[in-house]
């Protein structure tokens, strides 16, 4: 085993340190697809229409956990989410128990954090929804 170097001392070089990593490029053309895997709370968050996201944004900015409590009640007026297995009802009341943690949770500075946070990923997810509803527009016209 090696000693560490010291302060000031460069570290020894890795084996095979110049030659390229195996694993960068394939030939065999294998298709590689990451998918994230969401919790159920974060699978919740309703796919809007981009104003309302934004809306959304804004006041979970300034008011930790409003605009989520906000996206809960368009869960209600049919907001499609990544749980279509869950009644509305259920995914309803995931959205409120994340608004309650958010706002309970903001006074030390967590919440607000993830209010944020949130809120950018409705305007993400709205984002993503115009961009398939225009892709199949652009392939019903070809």
């Known amino acids: 085993m090696d000693p560490l170097p010291k302060e000031g001392e460069p570290a020894p070089a890795a084996a095979g340190a110049g030659e390229p990593s195996r694993g960068t490029a394939s030939s065999s053309g294998v298709v590689v697809q990451v998918r994230e895997k969401k919790g159920p709370l974060r699978?919740?968050?309703?796919?809007?229409?981009?104003?309302?996201?934004?809306?959304?944004?804004?006041?979970?900015?300034?008011?930790?956990?409003?605009?989520?409590?906000?996206?809960?009640?368009?869960?209600?007026?049919?907001?499609?989410?990544?749980?279509p297995d869950r009644h509305m009802c259920c995914v309803f009341w995931l959205n409120i128990a994340a608004a309650l943690i958010q706002i309970l949770t903001a006074i030390v500075m967590v919440g607000w954090i993830m209010s944020i946070f949130w809120g950018m990923d409705m305007v993400i997810l709205a984002i993503s929804q115009a961009e398939r509803r225009c892709r199949a527009a652009d392939g019903d016209l070809h």
Do not use: Q
């Open 43 to 83: 699978a919740a968050i309703p796919y809007m229409p981009f104003p309302v996201a934004v809306i959304c944004l804004f006041l979970n900015t300034f008011v930790p956990g409003l605009g989520t409590f906000v996206s809960a009640f368009t869960v209600l007026c049919g907001a499609r989410t990544d749980l």
